[in-house]
């Protein structure tokens, strides 16, 4: 082609008659493998399956809303399961204890809302030599929750109160249970303390630790240190347990697995402190209680109701239904516990027979009205008397 030659017509103004010369072969576009499109330029349009159309972040979100709420309730739902099949368990092991029910008041069930008094005792089957047929309440504690005021008020009842037992005479308070169970001991308390009772929790101390270990331990706040006597020793032989100076516990906050936290209450002696006794005692036994009854409100164990919903219930007798244990909890996850109350029955000590025995005083019927909230709380005045405390266990 001549250099002044161009492979188009010139157009000045209209159309010019004549033909356009062709672009020469080598100069043609060569096909693609992209996108074909239509002869004026614009792309056809893709093809695309319903099923891989794209999300937006809204549905996203309300998918992934959708599916935890799923989950959660069938967690929630298997956690109940579990954890009403341990409780109808423990209504079972009360039914064993004849006449517990009808020794019961006549309360309407809601505890969500009605002060109610519950009635806890502990028992240890200790196999000590010459205690494996005991069947004394070692603990003896009435809890009264308030849930208009988000409150708990604990009443410990020494072991060694030496009262009337209906049917029995005047013995020391934890032979009520030897007597006649958990139905003797709710007559017993009901007539000492003038105070209905309207449901009744047994605690076997035995078994409490596999609860406070299926809840991962407790964190219990230790008053003072304690070097006890020798008792429970851990190692094999009699010569090891001769050099084995007994439990020791430092002062200060400890986590303790089940195993500890029952040593802990169980100790009678601190040879670091010779005025302790058996109203010290009580108040470890309250602090390990409300320890692993606050654990049982906590986030964690609730999450796990599904694997260990039944086996919580395990050390336990009760007439409360599953419900009403939840509704327990919910209550005693709303109440304060600096604004616990603690107070506890005394009086003085003596002997009886040859036994130990604290003879109860008068200023009882005051004890019980600061526990019932008609008048401010008291410590008491001296070593075995009565009185209350807010905020912590009385020592």
């Known amino acids: 082609m001549a250099p002044d030659d161009k492979p188009y017509r010139v157009y000045k103004g209209g159309r010019v008659r004549g033909k356009v010369p062709a672009v020469p072969g080598k100069a043609r576009a060569q096909p693609t493998n992209g996108p074909s499109t239509a002869r004026h330029g614009r792309r056809r349009p893709r093809i695309r399956l319903a099923g891989l159309r794209r999300l937006s972040?809204?549905?996203l979100v309300l998918?992934?809303?959708?599916?935890?709420?799923?989950?959660?309730?069938?967690?929630?739902?298997a956690g109940f399961l579990s954890f009403q099949s341990g409780v109808s368990a423990a209504n079972r092991r009360l039914a064993r204890d004849t006449g517990a029910r009808a020794a019961l008041a006549k309360s309407n069930g809601f505890l969500l809302t009605n002060a109610t008094t519950i009635l806890l005792l502990g028992t240890d089957s200790s196999s000590a030599p010459g205690r494996s047929g005991d069947r004394h309440a070692d603990s003896i504690m009435i809890v009264r929750t308030d849930p208009s005021h988000h409150r708990l008020a604990y009443l410990s009842l020494p072991r060694d109160l030496y009262v009337a037992v209906p049917g029995f005479g005047n013995a020391?308070?934890?032979?009520?249970?030897?007597?006649?169970?958990?139905?003797?001991?709710?007559?017993?308390?009901?007539?000492?303390?003038?105070?209905?009772?309207?449901?009744?929790?047994?605690?076997?101390?035995?078994?409490?630790?596999?609860?406070?270990?299926?809840?991962?331990?407790?964190?219990?706040?230790?008053?003072?240190?304690i070097q006890s006597n020798r008792f429970d020793c851990p190692y094999a032989t009699a010569a090891r347990c001769l050099l084995w100076k007994?439990?020791?516990?430092?002062?200060?906050?400890?986590?303790?697995?089940?195993?500890?936290?029952?040593?802990?209450?169980?100790?009678?002696?601190?040879?670091?402190?010779?005025?302790?006794?058996?109203?010290?005692?009580?108040?470890?036994?309250?602090?390990v209680t409300q320890a692993a009854t606050a654990k049982l409100t906590s986030f964690t164990t609730l999450l796990n109701l599904p694997f260990n919903g039944s086996s919580l219930i395990s050390p336990l007798a009760t007439d409360l239904s599953a419900w009403q244990l939840i509704e327990l909890g919910w209550v005693k996850f709303r109440?304060?516990?600096?604004?616990?109350?603690?107070?506890?029955?005394?009086?003085?000590?003596?002997?009886?027979?040859?036994?130990?025995?604290?003879?109860?005083?008068?200023?009882?019927?005051?004890?019980?009205?600061?526990?019932?909230?008609?008048?401010a709380p008291q410590p008491p005045t001296t070593t075995f008397g009565p009185g209350c405390r807010t905020g912590h266990p009385l020592r």
Not at 63 to 77: C, D, E, P, Y
Not at 200 to 215: G, M, Q
Not at 357 to 368: C, G, H, Q, R, Y
Request: net charge neutral.
């Open 63 to 77: 998918i992934a809303v959708l599916g935890l709420l799923i989950l959660s309730l069938a967690w929630g739902i």
């Open 57 to 59: 972040w809204k549905q």
């Open 172 to 225: 020391k308070i934890t032979s009520s249970y030897q007597y006649g169970g958990a139905a003797l001991t709710i007559r017993t308390v009901h007539a000492f303390t003038g105070i209905a009772i309207d449901h009744v929790i047994v605690v076997d101390f035995n078994s409490f630790k596999n609860l406070i270990n299926a809840e991962g331990g407790i964190t219990v706040n230790v008053p003072e240190t």
């Open 335 to 375: 109440a304060s516990s600096s604004q616990s109350l603690y107070c506890r029955l005394g009086g003085v000590a003596t002997t009886s027979a040859g036994a130990a025995v604290i003879l109860p005083s008068e200023d009882n019927t005051k004890a019980l009205a600061m526990w019932a909230g008609l008048s």
């Open 246 to 287: 007994g439990w020791h516990f430092y002062r200060g906050p400890q986590h303790m697995d089940g195993e500890r936290a029952l040593i802990y209450s169980r100790i009678r002696e601190n040879q670091l402190n010779p005025a302790e006794n058996d109203l010290t005692r009580g108040a470890r036994q309250q602090a």
